[in-house]
């Protein structure tokens, strides 16, 4: 089992940037493949970004392909989501998520962190 605290969450202005941490407990975090996603009110949730449990396949939804960027530290058993060129529509919180294996849904869930952006 892993337990995901995130941060980094904040108010930032159109075309500013964030980077989102997730902070993961237990010592198999290196087995874990990591996702980030986001919900608004009245909408489901919807998928950001993903990376695999070594960090060499990463996945990324089109309305953020090219401005944010996944990572993970497993000696620091901390995944991110860097941000960049922030639109409003970009607003949010932001959830990460772990899993055992690609073909699983996620079972474990951070309690998001807010994201707003102004315009």
């Known amino acids: 089992q892993v337990q995901l605290v995130e941060s980094g969450g904040g108010l930032v202005q159109a075309g500013g940037s964030l980077r989102l941490s997730c902070a993961a407990s237990?010592?198999?975090?290196?087995?874990?493949?990591m996702g980030w996603f986001r919900q608004t009110p009245g909408k489901l949730r919807e998928f950001v970004s993903s990376?695999?449990?070594?960090?060499?396949?990463?996945t990324y939804a089109d309305s953020v392909k090219g401005r944010f960027t996944i990572s993970r530290d497993n000696a620091k058993n901390t995944v991110y989501l860097q941000m960049n060129s922030l639109k409003p529509e970009d607003t949010a919180v932001y959830y990460c998520?772990?899993?055992?294996?690609?073909?699983?849904?996620?079972?474990?869930w951070g309690q998001g962190t807010q994201v707003i952006v102004s315009s």
């Open positions: 998520a772990a899993r055992a294996t690609l073909d699983s849904a996620y079972p474990y």
């Open positions: 990376v695999s449990s070594s960090g060499g396949s990463t």
């Open positions: 237990g010592r198999t975090f290196s087995t874990y493949h």
